[in-house]
C-alpha cells in the first residue's frame, strides 16, 4: 500500500513555526510521505531566509516557487497571491499530493487554497475559525469554506467553524503546533548560544541574563499608510526605557517597507544603543527568548499564543489581534507612547504569569498526522444545517 502524500506549503517565517511540529510528525509516520514547497518571503535574504533553517533542521524541499513582487502595498500582495496561483498549480500538477496543507491566514494562504481546491485536490487546514480582525480574519474564514479538514487550535475555533456550515465530523481541535515547539524548547533548557555571533543582525551586543524586551510588530493591512506613525510611537516608549530590546524585522504584508523606513531613520538620529536588530531567527531561539525576556512587545500572535504557555507579560498594541483567544498575560494598548510606556512598566513589575494551555499542550502535530493518515475526505463539500 502506498503512502499517502501530504504536500505541505511553506511561505514566510510564520509558517514555518507553525508547522514544524506536524512536518517532523508526517515525516516519521509509517503511512504517510511528506512532500514540502517552500516559497515567497521564506526564500528572501531580506526576510531572513527561512528556507536555509529549514534545510539546516533536515527538511529538504521538494520545489520552491517565487511569487513576491517588490514594493508591499495592498497592489503588490494581490499581485503576488495570483503569481502565487500560476507557480503553484505547476508544483501540485507535479508533485500529486494526495492532501495539501495550508497554514493560518497569511495572504499566500489564498493562493495555496484556491489552487487546491480548482485541482480538486482535498485541503487540510490549521488555526482556522479564530478572530482576530483585519484581513488575516477574511482570508483565514475564506480558507475554511475552500478546506475539506479543519485542525483549529481551540474548542472555541472549532465551534465558529462548525458554525459556519462545516461538517463537524471534519473539525477536529487538536491545539496549535506551535505550542508543541514551545514545550519541547522549554523542557531542553535555557539558550546556550551567542546568537548575536550566530544571527548577526545590526546594533550593539548585551549578555542575555541581563533583562531585556523583545518586540515584534507588524503592518496591520487595513491600516495601510498608518504604520511608520505606529512603529514610531512604539520606539519612543522603548526610548523612554533605553532597557536592552531585541526587536525583529516585520513580515511581507503590505506597509512593512514603511515599518522598516522608520526603524532606520530613528536609527540614524536617535541614540539608540539599546537596541538590537534581527532579520529573522530559528524559532528555538524566538521560544527561548521569549522565556527570557521581561515582556514580549509589539503586535504578533506570538505573544498571545506561545506567550500564554510561556507565562511571558505582553503587551499587544493596537488592533491586528483584535478578538483573539488571550490568557491573562496581555496588556492591550493602543498606538500611543505614554500606554504603551505605562503598560510595559506594568508587566516587567508583574513579572511571570503562570502557564495557561489556552491553544494547547504540546501534541497538536502528532494527532494532525494520525487524522491525516486515516481521514476520508470528499472533495465535494456539503453544508451541515
Known amino acids: 500500500m502506498e503512502k499517502r502524500k501530504i504536500c505541505i506549503v511553506v511561505a514566510n517565517r510564520a509558517n514555518y513555526s507553525?508547522?514544524?511540529?506536524?512536518?517532523?510528525?508526517?515525516?516519521?509516520?509509517?503511512?504517510?510521505?511528506?512532500?514540502?514547497?517552500?516559497?515567497?518571503?521564506?526564500?528572501?535574504?531580506?526576510?531572513?531566509?527561512?528556507v536555509n533553517l529549514i534545510k539546516s533542521d533536515g527538511f529538504l524541499p521538494d520545489a520552491v516557487f517565487h511569487m513576491i513582487i517588490e514594493g508591499e502595498t495592498p497592489s503588490t500582495m494581490a499581485k503576488s497571491a495570483g503569481i502565487g496561483l500560476l507557480e503553484l498549480s505547476t508544483l501540485f500538477q507535479n508533485l500529486q499530493p494526495d492532501i495539501v496543507v495550508a497554514v493560518?491566514?497569511?495572504?499566500?494562504?489564498?493562493?495555496?487554497?484556491?489552487?487546491?481546491?480548482?485541482?480538486?485536490?482535498?485541503?487540510?487546514?490549521?488555526?482556522?475559525?479564530?478572530?482576530?480582525?483585519?484581513?488575516?480574519?477574511?482570508?483565514?474564514?475564506?480558507?475554511?469554506?475552500?478546506a475539506h479538514i479543519h485542525f483549529p487550535a481551540t474548542q472555541k475555533s472549532a465551534d465558529i467553524i462548525i458554525r459556519m456550515g462545516e461538517q463537524p465530523s471534519s473539525v477536529h481541535a487538536v491545539g496549535c503546533p506551535r505550542i508543541d515547539l514551545v514545550a519541547d524548547c522549554l523542557g531542553n533548557g535555557r539558550l546556550d548560544k551567542n546568537i548575536f555571533n550566530e544571527y548577526k543582525g545590526v546594533g550593539e551586543t548585551f549578555a542575555l541574563n541581563e533583562p531585556f524586551l523583545l518586540v515584534s510588530q507588524h503592518p496591520v493591512t487595513t491600516e495601510y499608510g498608518q504604520g511608520r506613525k505606529q512603529i514610531r510611537e512604539t520606539l519612543y516608549a522603548l526610548e523612554e526605557l533605553k532597557m536592552h530590546t531585541i526587536m525583529l524585522w516585520p513580515n511581507v504584508d503590505a506597509g512593512s517597507e514603511d515599518i522598516v523606513k522608520e526603524i532606520r531613520t530613528f536609527r540614524e538620529h536617535r541614540k539608540s544603543e539599546y537596541l538590537h536588530l534581527f532579520k529573522n531567527l530559528s524559532i528555538e531561539v524566538y521560544i527561548r527568548l521569549m522565556a527570557a525576556c521581561k515582556c514580549i512587545v509589539g503586535n504578533s500572535s506570538s505573544a498571545i499564543r506561545e506567550g500564554a504557555f510561556v507565562g511571558t507579560p505582553a503587551v499587544n498594541i493596537g488592533t491586528r489581534q483584535t478578538g483573539r483567544e488571550r490568557g491573562k498575560n496581555v496588556i492591550d494598548t493602543d498606538h500611543d507612547r505614554n500606554d504603551i510606556l505605562r503598560a510595559i512598566r506594568k508587566q516587567i513589575n508583574n513579572g511571570k504569569y503562570e502557564s495557561e494551555q489556552i491553544y494547547g499542550n504540546g501534541n497538536a502535530g502528532r494527532k494532525i498526522a494520525d487524522i491525516l493518515s486515516t481521514c476520508e475526505v470528499n472533495i465535494q463539500k456539503r453544508l451541515a444545517y
Not at 489552487?115 to 482535498?122: G, Q, R, V
Open 18 to 50: 507553525s508547522i514544524k511540529s506536524v512536518m517532523q510528525a508526517v515525516d516519521e509516520h509509517p503511512e504517510l510521505k511528506l512532500q514540502l514547497i517552500v516559497g515567497s518571503s521564506a526564500l528572501l535574504e531580506r526576510f531572513g531566509s527561512v
Open 104 to 146: 493560518g491566514d497569511r495572504f499566500e494562504i489564498m493562493a495555496i487554497a484556491i489552487t487546491a481546491a480548482y485541482m480538486n485536490i482535498p485541503l487540510a487546514h490549521t488555526m482556522g475559525g479564530e478572530v482576530s480582525g483585519t484581513i488575516d480574519e477574511s482570508i483565514r474564514h475564506a480558507v475554511t469554506k475552500l
